[in-house]
């Protein structure tokens, strides 16, 4: 019974680079969150996204970053010309239902280092 | 501004001592109150849902209660395997999509054998 399946689990980008998180959700789940966790700070919601759909994304910064849940395949969050200030750790997680009683299960995270 | 925190920012208890985790919230409408495990390297573990005041759910040695202003998770009898931090997270009522987490930073609790 796989959980949430984020790869890499470990990123490390020079400034300017482009960075590549992904997300499978858990078998059944069609709900994808993303929320980012920064150095001595809580995790901070970015995206919900449905298949094929971006149903709110008011915690993405409104420059570089994108997300995407394609038909077919993993949720990708995509970070353009990545600076010192996006290193964190990235977690994903999915639900069965977007309702407020069906909780969240998260993955391991992926941790960017930009260098 | 809505907000969660959470106290101590860390505790160390002796095994079988217990104690409570404090989770204070300021939101706009609370749909829900969420306790998660975080060990270290992984995601967080979802624990407990409390969704109205004086709602109280347990969980082996953990019990979480919940108050108009705050949650409590208390510990009993804690063993080494409950060292983790422990986060503490509310989902406002924005009237939009929901699972908009907005967390604290959490509890870091070391137990001692």
């Known amino acids: 019974n796989a959980g949430v399946m984020q790869n890499p689990r470990h990123l490390v980008r020079r400034r300017g680079q482009e960075a590549r998180l992904r997300c499978s959700p858990m078998k059944g789940h069609s709900h994808v969150y993303w929320y980012r966790q920064l150095p001595e700070e809580g995790l901070k919601f970015m995206v919900y996204?449905?298949?094929?759909?971006?149903?709110?994304e008011s915690g993405m910064p409104k420059e570089r970053f994108s997300a995407e849940f394609p038909k077919e395949g993993p949720s990708i969050l995509r970070i353009q010309q990545v600076v010192r200030g996006d290193s964190a750790a990235y977690f994903c997680?999915?639900?069965?239902?977007?309702?407020?009683?069906?909780?969240?299960?998260f993955g391991n995270g992926t941790r960017l280092t930009v260098t | 501004e809505d907000q969660v925190t959470q106290s101590p920012e860390a505790l160390r208890l002796q095994e079988g001592e217990s104690s409570s985790l404090n989770c204070s919230y300021t939101?706009?409408?609370?749909?829900?109150l969420f306790w998660y495990r975080q060990d270290p390297g992984k995601g967080p573990e979802f624990l407990f849902t409390l969704y109205s005041a004086g709602e109280e759910k347990e969980k082996e040695r953990l019990k979480a209660t919940l108050t108009k202003k705050e949650s409590f998770l208390h510990i009993t009898a804690p063993k080494p395997e409950d060292s983790a931090t422990y986060l503490c997270a509310a989902d406002p009522n924005y009237g939009g999509a929901t699972n908009k987490l907005i967390f604290g930073t959490g509890t870091l609790l070391a137990v001692q054998p």
């Open positions: 939101v706009s409408g609370l749909r829900g």
């Open positions: 996204l449905q298949k094929e759909n971006i149903i709110d």
């Open positions: 997680a999915s639900s069965p239902q977007g309702t407020y009683n069906s909780p969240l299960h």
